[in-house]
Structure formats: C-alpha cells, structure tokens
C-alpha cells in the first residue's frame, strides 16, 4: 500500500512540476478554487448547522474542486509540450481508456504530415495530422485500404490541426467518445485480426514520449490510496 502510495505521490509530483513551467500561477489557481470550493459549501451548512460539520464537509469539497482544476491544467500543459509533435495525436488517442486500439504512423509523408487508426466500438478512425491540403489525399488512400479489408464497418475520418474543419489536439478524445457504437466485442476482434494484417506504409513509428497526467478521476483516486 505504502509503495503504491509512494508511487502516486511521485507522479503527482512530476505532474504538478511540468504544469507549473507551463502555467506560472498554477498555486494560487488551485488554492483559489479549493477556498471557492469550501466556501460554497461550509458556509451554508455553517448557518444551518454548526461550523463543525461546515469544516468536515467543506475541505473535502474544496480538494475536490481543487483536484479538478489541477487535472484539466496538468492535461493542457501535457497537450501543449507534445502539440506539433509527429504522433502526437496517436498518443493522446492512447490515453483513451475502453478497448480502443491505437496505431500509429500508418502513413507518413516526407513532411512529417502522418495517418493514424484508431480501432474500437465505433469501427475504423483514421485520424490525420498536417494541413488539409496534404492529408486529405493520404485520408482517401488509407480509407480504400482499409475498406477493402472491412468493407462492413464504418469509417470515420478526423483531422488534428489548426485549419477550418480541423480539430485542435485537446478536443480529440472527446470527439472520439462521441462517436456511435456500432460494434459489439466479436465484431471488433475480427476486424482488428483483418487489419493486423495490413502492411503499414514504412511502419508504425513511435508516438511523442511527452508526459500524459491522469485524468481528474485517477487523481482523485490516488489521493485516497
């Protein structure tokens, strides 16, 4: 247990050091909205109550709130160092937890301009990273490929970038989570046998090594190991 707990702390640590290069006042952030958080509830339950029961309820809420607030800047400043990396939109799609299948690089171009797929319950998602410009082409290539391998499952096509129509990096696992689940566990595992077998254009190459922090749900679970 004390391992474990000695293990969390660390990289609660590590994440809270690689947020505050990117967010200086990341301190006062976190204690502002842990006093907001108390606040809201200790002095309600102070006029009704006792103020007793207002610090017993109020400082978990505000750690709570705190927690919450950390996690979303700790994931912006991970988002920020790996931004523009090749493969950086391969590994944020890693983080994603729920059967999901990542890989990387299946094309690449000689700009650094890269495909990858993503396989899950919504089917097949190639996600492109460049300007429109090049990766659309690539997009239309791997789509073929890939529909003459599962020509029963849907396909679904997401652009990382800057430009009109594209998404930033930091919106990419919510898009992935709103897609429609049209597979059930059988289905997914023949069509990811099918797709293995695919030769990957130059191979997978390695997505950015750059720090992915725990969403607000683990850090709230580490707190309490």
Same mark, same amino acid.
């Given at each position: 247990m004390f391992t474990r707990l000695r293990k969390s702390l660390g990289t609660i640590t590590q994440n809270w050091a690689m947020t505050q290069k990117v967010h200086r006042l990341l301190l006062l952030e976190v204690l502002g909205f842990f006093l907001a958080g108390f606040i809201v509830v200790a002095v309600p339950v102070a006029y009704f109550l006792?103020?007793?029961?207002?610090?017993?309820?109020g400082i978990p809420a505000g750690l709570i709130v705190a927690v919450f607030w950390f996690s979303r800047?700790?994931?912006s400043a991970a988002y920020s160092q790996i931004e523009g990396q090749p493969g950086a939109a391969a590994a944020v799609a890693q983080q994603l937890r729920?059967? !999901?299948?990542? *890989?990387?690089?299946?094309?690449?171009n000689r700009n650094q301009d890269l495909i990858s797929r993503v396989v899950g319950? $919504?089917?097949?998602?190639?996600?492109?990273?460049? #300007?429109? @410009?090049?990766?659309? #082409?690539?997009?239309? *290539? +791997?789509?073929?490929? *890939?529909?003459? !391998?599962? $020509?029963d499952?849907?396909?679904? +096509? &997401?652009?990382?970038?800057d430009e009109p129509g594209q998404i930033t990096? @930091?919106?990419?696992?919510?898009?992935?989570?709103?897609?429609?689940?049209?597979?059930?566990?059988? +289905? &997914? *595992?023949?069509?990811?046998?099918?797709?293995?077998?695919?030769? @990957?254009?130059?191979?997978?190459?390695?997505v950015p090594k750059g720090p992915m922090p725990a969403s607000s749900r683990q850090v709230r679970r580490r707190r309490g190991a």
């Open positions: 006792n103020w007793l029961s207002a610090f017993l309820l800047r700790a994931m729920g059967g !999901w299948q990542v *890989t990387p690089g299946i094309a690449v319950k $919504p089917g097949v998602i190639l996600i492109s990273e460049g #300007p429109s @410009s090049r990766v659309v #082409p690539m997009l239309a *290539t +791997e789509r073929k490929k *890939t529909a003459r !391998w599962v $020509p499952v849907p396909i679904y +096509e &997401i652009q990382v970038g990096l @930091s919106k990419l696992q919510r898009s992935l989570n709103k897609l429609p689940r049209n597979l059930r566990g059988g +289905e &997914i *595992t023949e069509m990811r046998r099918r797709l293995d077998a695919v030769s @990957s254009v130059g191979g997978a190459m390695p």
